[in-house]
């Protein structure tokens, strides 16, 4: 007789791995943007195929730039394919390693190129060609962008904030913007979320902002434009009715910085992450006409300005290496429950049985991948596994492995414990 037992699941924290590929080694360095302003920093993204540990990249080749080790993660994984109904396991062995870059100077900036070695074999890859522009000192306008994390996990949720500083008068309480002419702002990430990213519901954020009178201080942003409506007063002898740039108003409070006053207009959204990458918000550019007033000096002017708030970068990345155990299988969520289920209790010897392992909870299951069954030594004691054949059903909430096995001794044989590890996020 044959009897499933149940599974066990751990939690855990995780450990590096230490995985070595064959001689032939490829080198891959991209970076996420091709053109920055100066102050701005790139991710520069090295990936290893064919090696794991015990190679690191050598970046002493470029100069005229600080650099900064963000982080590395493995690549290493096996996966299974189904063509035509025929399942193919592959592995892969790899690293990524990814460099926070800020170039000096403005100009036609190399990062690169990028060398490794392994034993006498050195491979180089040159570097991507990123554009720097300059910017007008000044300090009348700040731009910034302010994620609540720089680095998150699959399925884990941040916030990104934008202020616009707009320098103010001590002597006057005077809205520095100008009612008759908004300012326009360039905000890439109001127009469409980043694929991979769960963002906010643009529209409803939009119009929840939407000016309702052109006599307040407002923004333009992007090329959201809006019909005017025949019942507004100031709308009344516009005959056409044509579509015109929306004015926007964000949230204002006093801020101080560098000992100066300003009004500070905020926007913030959340955004949740559902795939492994970089994701770039910004850069934000300020184009319009304030309102200026010198120390002591009553006269107000109009001054044109354009500043420029750097682009930040959200990193999601896996889960942690350190600690992570062999029987991990890619993946991370909470309230995870495993179920084992065997179709046929009594059999011969060689019989094929269909052993299944349904996994299922809150988590993310992009990334899961099979135990091997096959290196389990208590199950391959009583069972040839056929770890070549799994056939794989999804939902969204759950995966479930089917596996074919065959008894190879008789008598009442039970299925050992399986150990799964997933990462609780």
């Known amino acids: 007789m044959l009897y499933p037992k149940y599974i066990f699941t751990y939690l855990f924290l995780f450990t590096p791995l230490l995985i070595w590929g064959g001689e032939d080694i490829q080198l891959f360095v991209e970076a996420n943007r091709n053109q920055i302003y100066i102050g701005e920093s790139i991710v520069l993204r090295v990936r290893i195929a064919g090696a794991d540990e015990g190679i690191e990249p050598d970046l002493s080749n470029i100069t005229n730039a600080t650099i900064k080790l963000l982080g590395s993660h493995s690549d290493s994984r096996t996966s299974i394919v189904i063509i035509n109904g025929q399942m193919k396991r592959e592995s892969f062995v790899g690293r990524t390693f990814n460099y926070e870059i800020t170039p000096l100077s403005t100009g036609n900036f190399i990062a690169g190129p990028v060398v490794i070695k392994k034993g006498k074999k050195t491979i180089k890859a040159d570097g991507p060609s990123i554009e720097v522009a300059g910017m007008e000192k000044q300090d009348f306008v700040i731009v910034e962008i302010t994620p609540s994390r720089d680095c998150v996990l699959p399925d884990e949720s941040f916030f990104i904030k934008f202020s616009i500083f707009v320098l103010r008068s001590k002597y006057s309480s005077y809205e520095p913007l ?34 309702h009178n052109s006599r307040d201080p407002a923004f333009f942003i992007n090329n959201y434009t809006i019909r005017p409506s025949p019942f507004d007063f100031d709308n009344f002898f516009d005959f056409d009715m044509k579509e015109k740039p929306a004015r926007f108003v964000l949230d204002k409070k006093e801020a101080i910085r560098n000992g100066k006053d300003y009004y500070e207009y905020t926007l913030s ?45 959200i990193r999601v990345t896996p889960p942690p290496e350190r600690g992570r155990p062999p029987s991990y299988i890619g993946i991370f969520g909470s309230n995870i429950t495993v179920e084992a289920g065997i179709d046929n209790n009594t059999c011969n010897i060689g019989d094929p049985l269909t052993l299944s392992l349904s996994i299922k909870g809150k988590a993310n299951f992009a990334n899961a991948f099979p135990p091997s069954l096959g290196n389990m030594p208590l199950l391959k004691r009583n069972f040839r596994i056929y770890d070549d054949t799994i056939k794989i059903k999804e939902t969204p909430n759950s995966v479930t492995y089917y596996y074919t096995i065959r008894p190879i001794t008789n008598g009442s044989l039970e299925i050992p414990p399986i150990e799964l590890s997933y990462y609780d996020s």
């Open 178 to 211: 100008l009612p008759s002419e908004p300012p326009l702002l360039s905000v890439p990430f109001l127009s469409s979320t980043p694929a991979g990213l769960e963002g906010p519901d643009l529209n409803a954020i939009m119009s929840s902002i939407l000016a």
């Open 269 to 313: 959204m959340p955004y949740k992450a559902k795939e492994e990458g970089n994701y770039t918000f910004g850069p934000i550019q300020f184009k319009g006409k304030i309102i200026i007033q010198e120390s002591g000096n009553r006269q107000r002017q109009i001054k044109p300005i354009f500043a420029v708030g750097a682009a930040k970068v």
